[in-house]
């Protein structure tokens, strides 16, 4: 016979270390609960960054005064446009941001001071900082064709746009949405008008 001597723990020991272990098994639980939650999270930001609300960077100055470069704003896709609104559209493997001056059917004219007239009627543009005639290389009055719109840049001097047969006009299915909101730089935070 042996005499080895076995110290067995107390009962107070055993529900010590079993807490000890059901602590470490709640904060794995906790860690990938958290993780998971997180991960849904961010696939769900990212379907509703792409399918509904994508969010886009401000490059060159055609929209000067309303956009600068360097903002970031968002993008509500939707399929129906009013004058005065601004969108964003695909051209040459790029995103443009443009206003809506006439959609299809309209008829737009400029005068030699930069005035933009829609259907013979003169366009309030509050919104234009300065008025100009711009890169105009097509016949006015022009009539918007089925399923397009006219757009121009607010900053009409250096802005190329429909007034240019470089860009055109906008077909329905180039639209990418209109631009609501602008989310960055914080001291210029809001809605676009």
């Given at each position: 016979m042996s005499n080895t001597k076995y110290d067995f723990?107390?009962?107070k020991d055993i529900r010590k270390e079993l807490r000890r272990v059901n602590r470490k098994k709640d904060f794995r639980s906790i860690l990938l609960n958290t993780i998971g939650?997180?991960?849904v999270a961010a696939a769900a930001a990212v379907l509703i960054a792409v399918l509904l609300v994508p969010v886009l960077r401000i490059y060159g100055h055609s929209m000067d005064s309303v956009l600068e470069e360097g903002d970031v704003v968002l993008c509500l896709k939707e399929d129906h446009f009013e004058t005065g609104d601004v969108i964003a559209f695909y051209y040459n493997n790029k995103v443009l941001v443009k206003r809506v001056i006439g959609k299809s059917g309209d008829w737009v004219?400029?005068?030699?001071d930069?005035?933009?007239y829609v259907n013979q009627h003169l366009l309030s543009e509050p919104y234009l900082s300065q008025k100009a005639f711009g890169e105009t290389n097509i016949t006015l009055p022009y009539q918007v064709p089925d399923t397009q719109l006219f757009v121009m840049g607010d900053n009409r001097a250096v802005s190329?746009?429909?007034r240019n047969t470089a860009v055109g006009c906008v077909s329905d299915e180039m639209v990418v949405g209109k631009i609501f909101f602008r989310v960055w730089p914080l001291k210029r935070f809001g809605k676009i008008q």
């Open positions: 723990p107390s009962s939650g997180l991960v004219d400029m005068d030699e930069g005035n933009v190329i746009d429909s």
